[in-house]
């Protein structure tokens, strides 16, 4: 009789560890995948941080400076509008 029973706990054992052998395979896979998509999505990131360097370097130190004066003049509008 126990020679019965752990057949029954081997053969439980060996279905449960097949079990964990397709999930663990199952999260390989996704890996891979998700890998994959953050591999692409950095490249995309990339591109689009390639491109906005691209354009700020078209733009002529006056042109900056000229910005950076914009930018200071709101800053100091929205200072003197909080001051009241």
Same mark, same amino acid.
């Given at each position: !009789?126990? !020679?019965? +029973?752990? @057949? +029954?706990?081997? @053969?439980?054992?060996?279905? %449960?560890?097949?079990? /964990?052998?397709?999930? /663990?395979?199952? %999260?390989?896979?996704?890996?891979? @995948?998700?890998n994959?998509e953050?591999?692409?999505?950095?490249?995309?990131?990339? @591109? /689009?941080?390639?491109?906005?360097?691209? &354009?700020?370097s078209? +733009?002529?130190?006056?042109?900056?400076?000229?910005?950076?004066?914009? /930018?200071?003049g709101? &800053?100091?509008? &929205?200072?003197?509008?909080?001051?009241?």
């Open positions: !009789m126990p !020679m019965a +029973i752990d @057949e +029954i706990q081997k @053969e439980n054992f060996f279905k %449960l560890l097949d079990q /964990v052998r397709s999930q /663990v395979d199952q %999260l390989k896979k996704k890996n891979r @995948e998700l994959r953050n591999t692409r999505l950095r490249s995309k990131l990339n @591109e /689009v941080h390639k491109e906005q360097t691209d &354009i700020f078209t +733009i002529s130190e006056s042109e900056r400076m000229a910005m950076r004066h914009q /930018v200071s709101l &800053i100091e509008k &929205i200072d003197k509008y909080l001051e009241e």
